[in-house]
């Protein structure tokens, strides 16, 4: 059995077991689990379970950032007078292969301030993006490539 269902198996119990149906309850007996699994992990077959859930946790700390910084950076330019956008509309060439790669790429880039996804190319290997703040072009794309791409990617395969 697949070790996230097994940990979702066990946070089930321990809320049943604590007659608790809170979802508080929920993640304590998540993290118990996975405490759990972790300390048996040498006595059942290797599994890229742990390394890929720290690779996720990671991965959200890191957007969570992201989106920070960019309202910040829009929030200034709201409040202060004078104008420091320079807008573009970017083609990003895509490393993502599968439509759930791209389309979760793609929804992650218009959910931080300041960037918006336009259009997939037909042969889904560019990515149309709307940029509120783009000093150098290349910058901003390699970027985007080294940043959420990348750790993007590292979650997915």
């Known amino acids: 059995m697949n070790r996230l269902m097994v940990n979702i198996m066990f946070a089930f119990i321990w809320m049943f077991l604590q007659g608790n149906l809170h979802l508080f309850a ?13 300390i048996t992990r040498k006595s059942t077959e ?14 959200i700390l890191y957007f969570i950032k992201e989106i920070i910084v960019s309202n910040l950076k829009v929030a200034y330019d709201v409040a202060t007078p004078g104008y420091f956008m ?30 918006w996804s336009i259009d997939v190319s037909d042969d889904r ?8 703040y783009v000093d150098d072009i290349d910058t901003f794309i390699k970027d985007l ?3 959420l791409e990348r750790k993007l990617l590292e979650v997915m395969r």
Do not use: Q
Request: proline letters at 7%; glycine letters at 6%.
């Open 145 to 147: 490539k080294n940043g």
């Open 26 to 38: 929920f993640f304590e007996g998540f993290f118990l689990g996975f405490l759990f699994l972790f």
């Open 125 to 132: 290997k560019t990515l149309y993006i709307h940029a509120m």
């Open 86 to 115: 320079k807008p573009a509309i970017l083609a990003i060439p895509l490393d993502c292969k599968t439509d759930l790669e791209i389309t979760l790429f793609a929804n992650m880039i218009t959910m931080t301030p300041g960037t």
């Open 46 to 59: 290797p599994t890229p379970y742990f390394t890929r859930f720290f690779k996720v946790i990671w991965f």
